[in-house]
């Protein structure tokens, strides 16, 4: 598998069907304070059918930063799609990561690790890819496959299909190839079966779009990366969240980054694909 860097056009689309906004990697106790309430304005002005956050709430799993995260969240529209990360599951207290990683979590983000949101025009399945036996590595397994692939059956081949997963798929050129989720070849046969169209990650704090290439060939869904919206690790890249327009045959990524001198975020990247067949091309 390779990444493919496509780059397209900023016009919006029309009509828009849904729209999503993708954050990842918050962070809470390592967190830019200075950037929570326009992040929560930004979104809410976005307007979006459903918020997704992929991973990494937390530092170190603590519950008062689990408790930040939360009120984080509750600011934030409904529906939402939050799935656990590597800092999710705690790192030093050696019973509570082996005996139960992600009670925290349960317990002040919510019981559902793997929340699905379904409508007519999309199908949103969350999956877990945080494991006890990593530090920050990351697994999907076949059971997870087949469930994500049962909901892309039941909502049917006109709606979006969108999976969500705290490791990506895939790591961008240069990168560290062992962040890729692992059995990821695997999960990106069979998803592609069923017609997956997005799959939304985040783990590397650095934004990203390319297509998936399977065998030499694309295999039809693109993988979009959220860097990091709140956390002051940034990799060298400005904290940043995706908005994600959908319409019927098109799809645009805008990947809105922060603008100190302006207090704010603005779009600093804008890419758009069309579909042909199962397949998402760059316009
Ligand atoms: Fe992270
Ligand atoms: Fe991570």
Redesign the pocket.
Known sequence: MLWEQDVGGSNPLTPTIRILAHLS?LHFGCVDEALIEPLQRAIVEAAPDVVVVS??LTQRARPRQFREAAAFLSCLPKPQVVVP???DVPLFDVPSRFLRPLARYRRYIGHDLEPVYVDRELAVVGVNSARSLTVKGGRINAEQVERACACFAAAGDDATHVLVT?HPFDVPRGHDTHARIGRAAMAMERLAEYGVDLCLAG?LHIGHVARMLHDGDASGALLVQAGTALSTRGRGEANSFNIIEIARDAIRVARHEWRARIGSFEVARSERFARSGTRWTAE
């Open positions: 990697d991973g990494d990360g590597n800092h705290h783990h």
